[in-house]
C-alpha cells in the first residue's frame, strides 16, 4: 500500500510539472515532437484618421496549426479572412495564407527563436475580379530574444519584417517589440511596447502598448483576451492594415481587441 500511495503521488508530481512546462503562450512555446497546436483568433480593430470621415472598422478570424517536427523546430500553417463591414470589399470571403517554420535555440537561460514564412494574398478575393492584381507574395522573418529568470517570468525582445517579392517598388513593413510574459501554471500575461515602421522612401512608424491575459481551464488549453492601442506615430503606411487600404493619413486612434483559444495535442 504504501508502495502504490508513493508512485501515486510521484505521478501527481510529474502531472503538475508537466502542466507547468506546457506554457502554451509562451512567445518561445513550440510544439513538442510529433505533437500539434491549434491557435483560434478572433478579432476587432478600429481605426480613425486626422483630417478624414473614413473609420475601419474590421474583423478578423485566423487558425494556426503548428506541427513539432522536434522539441526545438516546428512547421505551420495560417489561414485567415477579413470581413467586409464597411462595404468596401467585395464579400465576407478575403482570404490570406501563410506556411512557415520555427526553431528554438537556448543556452543556458538565454532563449531565442528564429522564425521565417511565406505569406500570400489574392486581391480579387477583396476587391473583385476587375482588379489587375493576383496572387501578392511576401516572405515573413522574425527573431526573438529572451531570458528565462525562472518563476515563469521571461522579458524579451523581438524584430520581424514583411517583405513584398513580386514588385520592384515593393512594400517592407518592419516591427520591433520589448516586453515581459508571465506563467503561473493556470494563468499567464503577456505586455510590452511595439514599434511599427516602414523606411520605404520615408520615415513612417507608430508606437503601440499591447498585452494579452490568458487562461488555463486545463493544462493543455489556454483561454486568452488580447490587444494593443496606438500610442503615437506620424503615418499609418507603418503598419500594414490590409491590401484594399493604404496610403490614409496619419491615425487619430487606433486599436484592436480579440479572443483567442489555443490547445496543444
Do not use: C
Request: glycine share 10%; no cysteine.
Amino acid at each position: 500500500m504504501k508502495l502504490r500511495t508513493m508512485l501515486l503521488a510521484s505521478a501527481a508530481v510529474m502531472f503538475a510539472g508537466s502542466a507547468m512546462a506546457a506554457d502554451l503562450t509562451n512567445p518561445f512555446y513550440l510544439p513538442g515532437q510529433g505533437e500539434f497546436t491549434s491557435d483560434t483568433k478572433v478579432d476587432y480593430r478600429r481605426a480613425e484618421f486626422d483630417h478624414n470621415d473614413f473609420k475601419g472598422d474590421a474583423w478578423r478570424a485566423a487558425e494556426e496549426v503548428a506541427y513539432g517536427v522536434t522539441d526545438n523546430l516546428a512547421v505551420f500553417g495560417v489561414l485567415g479572412n477579413d470581413f467586409d463591414t464597411e462595404g468596401y470589399f467585395n464579400n465576407d470571403h478575403n482570404f490570406d495564407y501563410e506556411l512557415g517554420a520555427a526553431y528554438n535555440m537556448k543556452s543556458g537561460n538565454f532563449l531565442s527563436q528564429v522564425k521565417a514564412s511565406y505569406y500570400t494574398i489574392d486581391p480579387k478575393d477583396y476587391l473583385g475580379h476587375h482588379t489587375p492584381h493576383r496572387w501578392l507574395k511576401y516572405v515573413n522573418g522574425e527573431v526573438k530574444l529572451g531570458y528565462d529568470m525562472g518563476d515563469g517570468l521571461v522579458p524579451y525582445v523581438s524584430y520581424g519584417f514583411q517583405g513584398q517579392v513580386d514588385y520592384a517598388d515593393r512594400a517592407f513593413y518592419q516591427s520591433a517589440f520589448a516586453g515581459v510574459h508571465k506563467y503561473a501554471g493556470d494563468w499567464a500575461v503577456d505586455a510590452g511596447v511595439r514599434y511599427d515602421f516602414n523606411t520605404d522612401g520615408k520615415n513612417a512608424n507608430a508606437w503601440y502598448a499591447q498585452a494579452e491575459v490568458d487562461y488555463y481551464p486545463v493544462e493543455n488549453l489556454a483561454l486568452g483576451v488580447y490587444g494593443d492601442y496606438y500610442i503615437a506615430g506620424n503615418n499609418v503606411d507603418a503598419r500594414p492594415y490590409s491590401y484594399a487600404i493604404n496610403d490614409l493619413p496619419k491615425f487619430d486612434s487606433d486599436y484592436t481587441v480579440g479572443v483567442r483559444a489555443k490547445v496543444n495535442f
